[in-house]
């Protein structure tokens, strides 16, 4: 994690992002990622 968070009285203006959320939570952003690599192996199994 960085330290260019957004943070105190700016919380209302910052825009939560998929990025960020998915840094928070590594364990699910490489999930994700395996999820992907088998879809895209069935994919071209099936071709």
């Known amino acids: 994690m ?3 968070w ?3 009285d ?3 203006k910052a825009r939560p992002s998929i990025s960020a959320w ?4 590594p ?3 490489w999930g994700a990622i395996a999820m ?3 879809v895209a192996l069935s994919a ?3 071709l």
Do not use: R
């Open 27 to 29: 364990a699910v952003k």
């Open 2 to 4: 960085t330290d260019d």
């Open 6 to 8: 957004v943070k105190g």
């Open 10 to 12: 700016f919380d209302n």
């Open 36 to 38: 992907l690599d088998v």
């Open 22 to 25: 998915l840094n928070t939570h």
């Open 44 to 46: 071209t199994q099936l």
